[in-house]
């Protein structure tokens, strides 16, 4: 069976053909890139119209590459928590809303969940800024018409392709309304948002396909008859793409951003293992859950700072940064983009400290790409508190890929777990075909994971 791989980033949108056994075909791989709107206020969005052509676009460059023959089942990664308000025209009312903004509050007037350790409990999430509960209220009060219904990402642009694009349980789960156990909309975090009946989308049955328009099966023939798979969250594709799919293996993914998540075998209906307070919980599907911590900053660190500081490039910058480990470290607060949940903190909260005049471009960046490890090792002792031993940890994402020296920095503060790195570039997709074709538990025995060298 072939497969198409969607992978709707925050800063690219890929699509790539894989084979039966999940590898990517040659040269069968689009991308675009993607450029997400952000301000001194906490702004982070996409333009929806703009990011659906993007999709579009990669679709006709497989499709001229003559990659679309054959393939019978699309699977897709999206990222988790976005939200988009529509008219009742189905157009969009705005921007899309990502996990990187960080205006929304809850309104004046509102009071949040009455037994949060509850609400936590049964959703994975907050009364936080990040999620649907809150952000639906303050996206109403700023509506530039009367709202029809709210979509995620995953719902707007799979909306426009398909004849039906109903929201997965792990897309539903990212918007914090989700109870993971009955895998229904939870009354309280609704009543909360404020959604009254027909504004979320409906939920997608287990085992849900859906299929091309017409007028899309004729602009790409060959996905005439491809069953399309309900989306999957990024993070939890990437666990799956990163071969870590129970207790024993924890995946560190850097992508964009970061995050430390162990995934569990927790089909629908049955109880939920104990959730930390300070970790989120989502659905991978109607029979996993993904736990864990994820950071506004990741990869966007990186690239800051090679826009910023005029870093040297590739190999030279590698070596400096082996150098620069040798000399006194700065201190660094690295969030940037603010806390994601459950912390409150707004974006522009990133501090440098310890600076000199002998100082350089690189010993910031090896503070800043530090930190970041060090926030992932304090998360993962607290993922680990009801485990039996430390976990393995597989480094995985495009961050990850692109400097050996970072791998080498998670691999010593992560110590004395053993560290892993998966080569593979492209965790998500290849997680997500991998859920999309029911062979979650096949990823523990995925190649590609080795050594975290060069």
Known sequence: MTILALDLGTSSVRGLVLDADVAPCPGALARRKVHPATGEDGAGTLDGPGYLACLTECLDELAAGGHLRDVEL????????????????????????????????PLAEAAGPADPDAFHERTGTWWHRCY????????RERAGGRIGRFVGLAEYVLGALLDEAPMSVSMASGAGLLDLRRLDWDAEACELAGVRPGELPALAPRRWHGRLRPEHARRWPQLADARWAAPVGDGAASNVGSGCVDTSRAAVTVGTSAAVRLLQAVPAGTPLPPLPAQLWRYRVDHEHV???????SGGNLFAWADRELRLPAAAELEAALARATEGPRIGVNPRFGGDRPPGRAPAGCGELRGLSFDTTAVDLLAGLMTSVCRLVADDLVVLESGLDQPTEVVLGGGAMAASAWWRGAFTEVLAPRTVRYQHNPEVGATGAALVASHRVAEAARLGGIGGTGG
């Open 74 to 105: 699309v699977a897709t990664s999206v990222q988790w928590h976005s939200v988009l308000p529509l008219g009742g025209d189905g157009e969009p009312l705005g921007p899309v809303l990502t996990w990187l903004d960080t205006r929304p509050e």
């Open 132 to 139: 649907w509960s809150v952000r639906l209220p303050w996206l």
């Open 290 to 296: 993904v736990t864990g911590a994820a950071y506004s």
